[in-house]
């Protein structure tokens, strides 16, 4: 089961989310949040799998309240925003966010979003995800959201791993980069793990960022 924590201000959004998650077999609705402080809270004490992240909440915003869960290595986050692509979604990319959900997306999309931050694969909406990063990458980094990254920190990887790390600043799927650079799909899983570590990053979309940064 994938233990989702739902942080969302508005109860009737929040209730669909939460309608629809528990339609699915294989996800369970941990807890519920109506604003970042409260979702913090929970994480701590639920130790969900993944927290669904309203963006613009009271008391505590989703970009900070995701810089705390991803920081204490609670849950991942799978953000909720809209597609404007302002930068309250470039902080909550920077602060640790797995991924990104448009508040307008169809139900059985939403149910695959979370299955697909639960397996690793942060990356949602490849034609939309691209634009995010190319976006994100072109903006200077924001007081308190992070630097730019030293081209050194490259040298730490193979040049497979590097060529990897290329194909997720495209926004390649795992399936995707398996097919570019033949090799299969687990081996790509086993890369994509090594140069997260070696990078001391937390997820595939600050992987992304970090290629489109460099240029690679």
Same mark, same amino acid.
């Given at each position: *089961?994938?233990?989702?924590?739902?942080?969302?201000?508005? @109860?009737?959004?929040? /209730?669909?989310?939460?309608?629809? &998650?528990?339609?699915? =077999?294989?996800?369970?609705? /941990?807890?519920?949040?109506?604003?970042?402080?409260?979702?913090?809270?929970?994480?701590? %004490?639920?130790? =969900?799998?993944?927290?669904? *992240?309203?963006?613009? *909440?009271?008391?505590?915003?989703?970009?900070?309240?995701?810089?705390?869960?991803? @920081? %204490?290595?609670?849950?991942?986050?799978?953000?909720?925003?809209?597609?404007?692509?302002?930068?309250?979604?470039?902080?909550?990319? #920077?602060?640790?966010? @797995?991924?990104?959900?448009?508040? $307008?997306? %169809?139900?059985?999309?939403?149910? %695959?979003?979370?299955?697909?931050?639960?397996?690793?694969?942060?990356?949602?909406? =490849?034609?939309?995800?691209?634009?995010?990063?190319?976006?994100?990458?072109?903006?200077?980094?924001?007081?308190?959201?992070?630097? /730019?990254?030293? =081209?050194?920190? !490259?040298? /730490?990887?193979?040049?497979?791993?590097?060529?990897?790390?290329?194909?997720?600043?495209?926004?390649?799927? $795992?399936?995707?980069?398996?097919?570019?650079?033949? *090799?299969?799909?687990?081996?790509?899983?086993?890369?994509?793990? #090594?140069?997260?570590?070696? &990078?001391?990053?937390? @997820? #595939?979309?600050?992987?992304?960022?970090?290629?489109?940064? !460099?240029?690679?």
């Amino acid at each position: *089961m994938i233990r989702v924590l739902v942080a969302e201000d508005q @109860s009737a959004v929040r /209730a669909g989310l939460v309608l629809i &998650l528990r339609s699915a =077999p294989d996800i369970e609705v /941990a807890g519920e949040a109506s604003d970042g402080e409260q979702a913090v809270a929970l994480a701590r %004490e639920l130790r =969900p799998d993944l927290v669904l *992240m309203d963006i613009q *909440m009271p008391r505590l915003d989703g970009v900070s309240a995701t810089r705390q869960v991803v @920081s %204490e290595g609670l849950a991942d986050v799978l953000v909720l925003t809209t597609f404007d692509l302002d930068e309250y979604v470039f902080g909550a990319l #920077r602060a640790g966010a @797995s991924g990104f959900l448009l508040k $307008n997306t %169809e139900a059985k999309d939403l149910l %695959e979003a979370v299955r697909t931050v639960a397996r690793g694969e942060g990356l949602i909406a =490849p034609a939309v995800t691209r634009r995010l990063i190319a976006e994100f990458a072109a903006k200077p980094p924001v007081r308190g959201g992070g630097t /730019a990254h030293d =081209p050194a920190v !490259l040298d /730490a990887l193979t040049r497979r791993e590097r060529e990897v790390l290329s194909c997720l600043g495209q926004g390649l799927s $795992n399936a995707e980069i398996a097919a570019r650079l033949d *090799m299969a799909e687990a081996t790509v899983k086993t890369h994509v793990s #090594r140069l997260l570590g070696k &990078l001391e990053l937390r @997820s #595939r979309v600050q992987a992304a960022v970090l290629a489109q940064e !460099l240029g690679i």
